[in-house]
C-alpha cells in the first residue's frame, strides 16, 4: 500500500482519519486499536489477580516475565482503585502477590 495512502493513525492519545486515506488502512489502524486495547484489559485482569496457592504464584511470575518481553507490553501508567496510585503494571502486580503471600503466612500460623 503505498505511503500516501496511509497517514490515518487511531492510538491511545486520538484518532486522525485522512479519508483519502486507503480504507483497508484505516481498518487495519482501527483493528491494531481494538486488540491492543484488549490486550491492556487482559493485562490489568494479570496483575490484579491474587493467586491462592505458591504454584499459582510462581505460575503468575513466570508468565509475567515471559510475557513482557521488550518492557513495554504490558500497560505503564494504571491507577489503583481509588484512583490514588498511578504505577506501572509491575506494582500492581507484586502489591497482589504480596498480599498473598501474607494470607498464607497467617494461614499457616493458624493452623
Do not use: C
Amino acid at each position: 500500500m503505498p505511503t500516501e495512502k496511509r497517514h490515518s493513525n487511531i492510538n491511545v492519545w486520538g484518532t486522525l482519519i485522512t479519508f483519502d486515506d486507503d480504507p483497508r488502512w484505516i481498518e487495519a489502524e482501527r483493528e491494531l486499536k481494538r486488540t491492543s486495547d484488549l490486550e491492556t484489559d487482559a493485562a490489568v485482569v494479570l496483575v490484579t489477580v491474587q493467586p491462592t496457592t505458591q504454584a499459582g504464584i510462581l505460575a503468575l511470575l513466570k508468565y509475567a516475565v515471559e510475557a513482557d518481553t521488550d518492557g513495554v507490553g504490558w500497560p505503564d501508567s494504571l491507577q489503583s482503585d481509588d484512583g490514588q496510585i498511578t504505577r506501572r503494571w509491575q506494582f500492581f502486580l507484586i502489591e497482589g502477590v504480596a498480599e498473598a503471600l501474607a494470607g498464607m503466612v497467617s494461614a499457616r500460623a493458624v493452623a
